[in-house]
């Protein structure tokens, strides 16, 4: 597990990656500045006080809703770039590290696109299920526990179906379970950092096509 993670952080800054980063952490903040006007437009025009200072209030108020919003938003949004960016990243992972295997074939981009959705609504449910306990000592770890397990297992199936029929990558992954679980504790951990969880989706998607080759080969 360390070694992938090592080979997935070179991967990351290597050449082969750049463009494919520079371009998912340009949409990832696009996002977020999309959503920040329109919710900043949609106060505007909602809301009119007659006292200048109930305006300022709001503003600040909306600002740091914002921010704590976007801080758990960030496992779901990882999740749904993962479909957008798997295939790329996945193909320049086996490219540089396993040129000698067979390549992977990619999902088609309907069903990709699917997944991801799917997926993304998933986690956003499973962290606003969790958000309420957050407040509690355990909250934090709570939500680093369900986001571990959900993007492991994405991820992980993900990469795995470009080798092979779902069925079958949901078998291998149940099979080596408790590893792959773990593995997810550290992205999970990393889309919870500000500034680094931009970089996430990718990181992920490299350190999984790893842990995938890895897992493969010790069930042949």
């Known amino acids: 597990m360390l070694t992938a993670a090592i080979k997935a952080l070179g991967d990351l800054f290597s050449p082969e990656f750049r463009a494919v980063l ?21 106060l505007v025009a909602l809301t009119q006080f007659s006292w200048p200072w109930a305006d300022w209030v709001l503003g ?4 740091i809703a914002l921010i704590i919003g976007f801080f758990f938003l960030m496992s779901p949004v990882t999740a749904a770039f993962a479909g ?13 590290h396993y ?31 969790v958000l309420p306990v957050v407040l509690f000592g355990v909250g934090a770890v709570a939500l680093i526990a369900a986001n571990a397990y959900l993007l492991s297992r994405e991820y992980f199936e993900m990469v795995a179906m470009r080798h092979m ?13 408790p590893s792959i679980f773990l ?10 950092v500000p500034v680094v969880n931009l970089a996430v989706p990718l990181f992920a998607t490299s350190f999984f096509t790893h842990l995938f080759k890895s897992a493969r080969a010790s069930s042949a």
């Open 22 to 42: 520079f371009k998912a952490v340009g949409l990832t903040i696009a996002l977020f500045i999309g959503v920040l006007v329109l919710v900043e437009v949609l």
């Open 99 to 129: 040129p000698l295997d067979p390549r992977g074939t990619s999902l088609p981009a309907g069903r990709a696109i699917v997944m991801a959705v799917q997926f993304f609504l998933v986690v956003l449910v499973v962290n606003l299920a």
């Open 183 to 192: 593995a997810g504790l550290l992205p999970a951990a990393l889309s919870l």
């Open 84 to 96: 957008l960016f798997l295939d790329q990243v996945a193909e320049k992972v086996e490219a540089r």
């Open 165 to 177: 029929p779902a069925e079958e990558a949901k078998i291998l992954r149940r099979e080596n379970g």
């Open 60 to 63: 600040i108020g909306t600002g």
